[in-house]
C-alpha cells in the first residue's frame, strides 16, 4: 500500500471547518483513500471514503484532487466531540486476499477547542 | 444491527499464563481482522481471517499467538505463555466484502 503524509497535529475552533490534509503521492489507480480515527482509547471509527471522486456522508466529505496525489477530509461543523486522532489510508479495496489490511501511520491529532 | 462486539473487555494475566480474546463480528459479516495497538503506538495488523480459513497473518509473533474463525462462533485470538511486553489494547474489525472495516471497542490485555 502507498504511503501517506500527515501533519502531527492540528487545532480547530468548536462550530468551524475541520480541515485535515493528506498527501499520498505514490498512489496507484487502484488504491482507495480511507479515514478513520480513533477517539482516545476507543476502537477506530469509519468515517468516508473515495477513489477519485469526492464524497459527503453524515460525518464528513472527501475531497480528492484530480492527480489523487493527496486530498483533505473536511468536518464541517467541529465539535468537542470531534478532538481524536485521525488517519488518512490508502489500500485497495475489494481484494479477497493477503494484504487486505488497515496501514495505519501516525494521524493527525486533532484538537477541537471551545 | 449491534455493532462488533469483543470479550473480555478488560483483562489481567500473569506471566506464563494464556488469553483467550472474543471478537463477534458484525451480523452477516465473514470477514475478520485483528489489530494489536501498544501503549502510546499506533495499530498493527495481526490477522485477516474469513469462515474457518486464515487469509493473512503477516503480522502476527511467529511464537505463542494464534487465530482462528470456526463456521460457528466468535472468533478468537489466542495468546499463550503471555509476556509483559503482550499488554496492548487489541481491537478486532469486521467488514461484509474486503471494503470498509467497522472496529470493536477492544480488549486490554496487562500482563503482571
Known amino acids: 500500500d502507498a504511503k501517506t503524509t500527515q501533519p502531527t497535529s492540528m487545532d480547530c475552533a468548536e462550530g468551524r471547518a475541520a480541515n485535515l490534509p493528506c498527501n499520498h503521492s505514490t498512489i496507484s489507480g487502484n488504491e482507495y483513500v480511507y479515514w478513520y480515527r480513533q477517539i482516545h482509547s476507543q476502537g477506530p471509527q469509519y468515517i468516508i471514503h473515495g477513489l477519485k471522486n469526492n464524497e459527503t456522508n453524515e460525518m464528513a466529505s472527501l475531497i480528492i484532487t484530480e492527480d489523487r496525489k493527496s486530498s483533505t477530509l473536511i468536518l464541517p461543523h467541529a465539535t468537542l466531540r470531534d478532538t481524536a486522532v485521525y488517519y488518512c489510508i490508502v489500500r485497495v479495496a475489494g481484494v479477497n486476499n493477503a494484504g487486505n489490511m488497515l496501514t495505519f501511520g501516525g494521524g493527525t491529532r486533532l484538537m477541537v477547542k471551545p | ?112
Open chain 2, 1 to 112: 444491527n449491534a455493532g462488533v462486539m469483543q470479550n473480555p473487555r478488560h483483562l489481567v494475566r500473569r506471566r506464563g499464563q494464556e488469553a483467550r480474546l472474543r471478537c463477534s463480528p458484525m451480523k452477516g459479516h465473514s470477514h475478520v481482522y485483528w489489530y494489536r495497538q501498544l501503549p502510546e503506538e499506533g495499530l498493527k495488523f495481526m490477522v485477516y481471517l474469513q469462515k474457518e480459513n486464515i487469509i493473512d497473518e503477516s503480522g502476527m509473533p511467529k511464537e505463542r499467538f494464534s487465530a482462528e474463525f470456526p463456521k460457528e462462533g466468535p472468533s478468537i485470538l489466542r495468546i499463550q505463555q503471555v509476556v509483559r511486553g503482550d499488554s496492548a489494547a487489541y481491537f478486532c474489525a469486521s467488514s461484509p466484502l474486503p471494503y470498509e472495516q467497522y472496529f470493536g471497542p477492544g480488549t486490554r490485555l496487562t500482563v503482571t
